[in-house]
Structure formats: C-alpha cells, structure tokens
C-alpha cells in the first residue's frame, strides 16, 4: 500500500472509528463452544481481534501523536529483562534464573510521556502500578527502593516506570514469557504483544532455529507489523557464524529485511549487575531512538503496524465468519434432532389414542364395570395410563436425540454434560408429566361443571358434572371402545351440547399433550440454547468487515 493510502488510513475519522467499533462488537459477540474443526483456532483469533482492537489499533487510530510502544518478546530464558534494563541503563525489570522471571509486564518510558500511559488508553484491562524511584545510596550499585502507586481495581497489573534515558515518544514493554508454563502468563504475552507498534522479537544462539519464535516472525510478517529481532546471548567467538546463518533463515523465509541485532556475550557480560555492556545494545537503541525522534520513521512504524492489522482483517473476519456459521449450523443440527424426536413422539401419542390404547388394564377394567366403580376411579385410571404413555414416549424421544446426537463432535460433548444424558433425571421429568396430566384433569373436570349448570339455567335435566368428567375421559382416550361413553353423554345433556362438549375437550387434551411434550424437548435443548450461538453471527462479522472496507 502507498504511502499516500497509509496517510489517509490513520487520519482521525469518526466514521472509520465507527466502523472499527462496529466490528470489534460483531467480534465480541461471536461464540464458539463447539468442538468442532477450527473452533480453536476461531476462539484465539477472536481474542487476538480484541486484543489488537482495543490494545492496539482503536488507541493509534485516536491519538496517532501517541508515543510508539516497543513490546520485548520472546521464549522462557531469552534474556528480555536484561535486554530491557541495558537499553535504559539501570535494572527496573527483574531477571535471574527463575522461571518465569517476568511476571507483571513491565513498560518503561520518558517522564513527560507518562499521561500516555497513566490513562487506560491502551491495555485497558490492566491495572497501572507506578515505581516511583526513590534516590538512595541503593542508587550508586545499580539498585532501586520503588513504592507503588496503584490505579484501579486489583487486576492484572502494569508496572510502570519512568527513564529521561529513554527518548521522548518512545516506551519499553518487557512482556512475559511467550511459552511460559504459567498459562495467564502466556495469554498475556500475546494480550502484550498485540497492543505494540513495534514488535522486538528475542531468542537465543541455542533456541533460534526453534518452531515458537519462527511462529511469531511469520505472524508478525502476516501482519506486516514494523519488526526487529535480537538474537541474544550468542558466544562472541561464534558470534558472526550465528548471526550469518539466523540472517539465511530470516531471507529464506522472507524476512531479510527485518532489522537484525546480535548481542554476543563478552568477558564482561557477566560482571554487569544484571546489565550487558553498552557496546552490544548500542545499535538497537540507536535503531529505537531512530524510530521515536525521526518524524518520518516514527510515522512509518506507527503507520506500518496500523494498516498490517487494518489488512489482515481482510482474510482474518472472513475466517471467524466461516467458523460463526458452522458453529451455527452444528446448534441447528442438534436442535432439528430434538425437534424430530419429539415431532415423532407427538405423532406416536396422538396414534396412541386415537386408537384407544390407554382404555387397557384396570382403566378397562373399571370402563366395563362403570358406574358401578364411580367416576372418580374410572377418571383416575385412564389419567395413569395418559401419564404412562408420555413419559415412555419422552423416553423414547430423548434416547432418539442421544443417538443422534452421538453422530456429532457437538452432540458427543454435550452428551458428557449432566443436563444431557440420555438418563437425565428421568424421576423429574415423570414427576413433571404427572403434573401436568393431573392439570389436564382439572381443566377437564371444569368443562364438566361448566355444562352441568348451563343444563341447569337451561331447564334441562340435572346431570352429575363427575359423571359428565368421567365419560368425556373415556371419549377422549378409549378410541372405538369409548364410543359408548359419547353416546351417554349425548342422551344426557343433548347431541349439539355433547359435540360441543366434546370439542373443547379435545382441544384441552391436545394442547395439553403438545404442551408437556414442547417442555420436555425445551428441557432437552436446554444446553444447546445456553450456549448462545445466535443466527446473526456470520452475517454480522461480514457487514462489519464490509462497512470497514468501505470506510477505508
């Protein structure tokens, strides 16, 4: 991109800050809990877009007169604290042999650049921990007393410290261990090295052909972010042979142009306090003061780093997008298969009585010996059996669901959750089908009396409202075998009141039945829908992406 596109890019627009915005909530809300193929890389790709977004790129594109930020990163033992102290002369980073040294990042700056980054303008979640240093003779060995200046509520930490031997417009960032074995150390180091507008890369003469930091030089040469790496540590005897060959690897994979320093060690490396001599940081702090103090290379690095990010956007939300809608289509999958089930189940229980299934056993049995047996009984009976027939068909429909749900990676790990087993409390979803089964029979004892007194008021002749219940349950669920419980209800309270009765009762016990079945398929879905995989994610990302791309 030319130079006159990068100049219009972090011009400060509202309109493209708007679009920024816009983007980083599409990103934010973005959810994959699905192990499915991707989803792990979809889930780190989303918090390095909000790291970079709200660390990073918001910040420069606001104030792109802020001071550039220069992150110090590399693996376990690569030496960054001790390179961080020696560019500003005194030890304010801790180093040693204890892993992991760095544990709270540490940025170092000019004083009258400290507003910039006492203001949560950049690595907003972190709290600020000011060193205030404190002249003692402590000073004269290399040595500082600090006391500490909290802002905000404990979190993680920043420390922050100021140097007047670092350049205006210049800060220092010494992250932590990008491999660190702590893994809040790790996620930090990445949090870190997304909000930098130069990115220093460290390792070693041992660890220099290692996969880690060759994975991180070829992230930031994706990202086309302004870039130096250090190969530190290095024998001065074999200094130069090192540093011919780090340089081949860095050509061979494109990266020739990336400003290179060596740091060899001397004889007098070790006699420092924990700071190398200045000759082997010379050239990389005077590459750095470059960087800040002139205008035009210090536009270049903020700008560079701006528009790489700006440009990775371009293959990165398509990415997250593509990932949004499988993990979309895996919810709708599970969902259709409980949907399915339970559609069968509808259907089986429908069947079920419309045939007269449930007038069997002792409901027949007291059937052919009513009214002897009461009405109470015969009402009770055939309520079991209604209850007995949804729960075994909800058991059926979950174990249908479970077998589904089984010929998928999201179903398969849903299945490991309580709320989803296929023997999921089956105590309390029968105790919820009785329940409502005895709802039911209220609602359908209240049809009855209602009748019984519009005969009444009618001048018709009494009838027993229990009786009226007794023989509409029968109608309802004996099938064939209930047809004489119709034609008894007609010869009592009148053909058209006996259909009308009739009606209503059916559309009582459907809705009943359609009711206990949607809440137990709710209950099955429960965990797919509390993972919140909206419809809107894909297209969301994709109209971010696409007003962004317009507001460029």
């Not at 920043?158 to 960032?173: I, K």
């Not at 339970?342 to 052919?368: I, K, M, P, Q």
Request: charged share 25%; hydrophobic share 45%; aromatic share 4%.
């Amino acid at each position: 991109m030319g130079h006159c596109a990068i100049v219009v890019i972090l011009d400060v627009r509202p309109e493209l800050l708007d679009a920024l915005s816009a983007l980083r909530d599409g990103v934010d809300a973005a959810r994959f809990p699905f192990p499915l193929p991707g989803a792990d890389r979809a889930r780190r790709t989303r918090q390095e877009l909000l790291s970079q977004l709200d660390d990073y790129l918001v910040p420069r594109l606001k104030a792109p007169e802020a001071p550039l930020l220069a992150v110090v990163g590399g693996s376990t033992g690569a030496g960054k604290s001790t390179l961080v102290n020696s560019l500003v002369g005194r030890r304010i980073s801790a180093s040693g042999v204890l892993r992991p040294t760095t544990r709270t990042p540490v940025l170092v700056c000019h004083p009258e650049d400290r507003a910039w980054f006492a203001d949560p303008r950049v690595l907003p979640g972190l709290t600020r921990v000011w060193s205030v240093r404190q002249r003692s003779r402590a000073d004269e060995d290399g040595t500082d007393r600090a006391e500490t200046e909290r802002q905000g509520p404990e979190r993680a930490e920043l420390r922050l410290e100021a140097d007047d031997s670092l350049p205006r417009g210049l800060a220092l960032l010494d992250a932590p261990d990008i491999d660190s074995l702590v893994g809040r150390n790790r996620e930090l180091a990445a949090e870190l090295i997304c909000a930098a507008d130069i990115w220093i890369l460290v390792t070693t003469a041992s660890r220099y052909a290692d996969a880690l930091p060759w994975n991180l030089l070829r992230a930031a040469k994706e990202y086309d972010v302004t870039l130096a790496t250090v190969l530190d540590r290095v024998p001065h005897q074999v200094a130069e042979d090192v540093s011919r060959h780090y340089a081949a690897l860095l050509t061979k994979s494109g990266l020739g142009d990336v400003p290179r320093f060596t740091v060899p060690e001397l004889p007098e490396s070790a006699a420092g306090a924990g700071l190398l001599p200045q000759t082997t940081v010379a050239a990389l702090r005077a590459w750095l003061a470059h960087c800040a103090e002139d205008p035009a290379a210090r536009q270049h690095a903020a700008r560079r780093t701006a528009v790489g990010t700006l440009d990775s956007l371009r293959d990165r939300l398509p990415a997250l997008a593509a990932a949004s809608a499988a993990q979309h289509a895996a919810a709708q999958r599970l969902t259709r298969a409980a949907e399915d089930a339970y559609d069968r189940a509808a259907v089986r229980t429908a069947a079920a009585v419309g045939a007269g299934s449930l007038l069997a056993g002792e409901a027949l049995v007291y059937w052919r010996g009513y009214p002897a047996c009461g009405p109470a009984a015969l009402q009770r009976a055939l309520a079991e059996e209604l209850a007995a027939l949804l729960r075994t068909e909800t058991d059926a429909a979950d174990d249908r669901v479970a077998e589904a749900w089984r010929q998928e990676p999201a179903g398969a790990a849903l299945l490991h959750e309580p709320a989803s087993r296929p023997d999921r409390d089956r105590v309390a979803v029968a105790t919820r089908i009785d329940k409502g089964v005895r709802r039911w029979r209220r609602g359908l004892r209240e049809l009855a009396h209602t009748e019984a007194r519009a005969a009444r008021s009618a001048d018709r002749p009494a009838c027993d409202p229990e009786d009226v219940a007794a023989l509409l349950t029968a109608v309802l669920l004996g099938g064939r075998q209930g047809r004489p419980a119709g034609e008894r209800l007609a010869e009592t309270l009148g053909a058209q009141a006996a259909v009308r009765l009739c009606d209503a009762a059916r559309a009582l016990l459907d809705d009943a039945v359609a009711g206990l079945l949607s809440r137990e398929r709710d209950a099955r879905l429960a965990p797919v829908d509390g993972y919140d995989v909206p419809p809107g994610q894909q297209s969301a990302l994709i109209a971010a992406l696409s007003v962004l791309q317009k507001e460029r």
